[in-house]
């Protein structure tokens, strides 16, 4: 299984990003595919995730409103896209993946078993 993220850039406050996640060896049935971001030295943080059985999704309540995380089944591919930016949206943003994950697991990284290479996202004031 192999995740590769992209689409990470440098905009202004307001603008918008749209992440990719391509999944290779990967089947998403019964999985919970996520987004999680990591600032220069803080921890790393959940942003996004969706359960692909039933399509359930689930957003930090930062950004609520301003980030959709959807998927594409037929491209094995997840998105984030993400609007309004602001500065403290800045970081390396990672794809992730789980086996079905109940909904009080799915803000928690350890369950994620494969992850991606992050993207850098960098929002300017």
């Known amino acids: 299984v192999q995740l590769q993220a992209s689409g990470g850039g440098l905009v202004q406050t307001g603008g918008s990003l749209r992440l990719s996640c391509a999944a290779s060896g990967l089947d998403f049935s019964q999985k919970t595919l996520a987004w999680f971001r990591q600032a220069p030295g803080k921890d790393r943080e959940f942003v996004a995730a969706?359960?692909?059985?039933?399509?359930?999704?689930y957003y930090q309540d930062s950004v609520k409103g301003r980030f959709t995380i959807s998927g594409d089944g037929a491209k094995n591919t997840v998105f984030l896209q993400m609007n309004s930016l602001k500065p403290e949206d800045t970081a390396v943003y990672f794809c992730a993946a789980a086996r079905h994950l109940i909904t009080s697991a799915v803000r928690t990284g350890a369950y994620y078993t494969h992850w991606g290479q992050g993207t850098q996202v960098t929002v300017s004031s």
């Open positions: 969706i359960r692909w059985s039933g399509k359930s999704t």
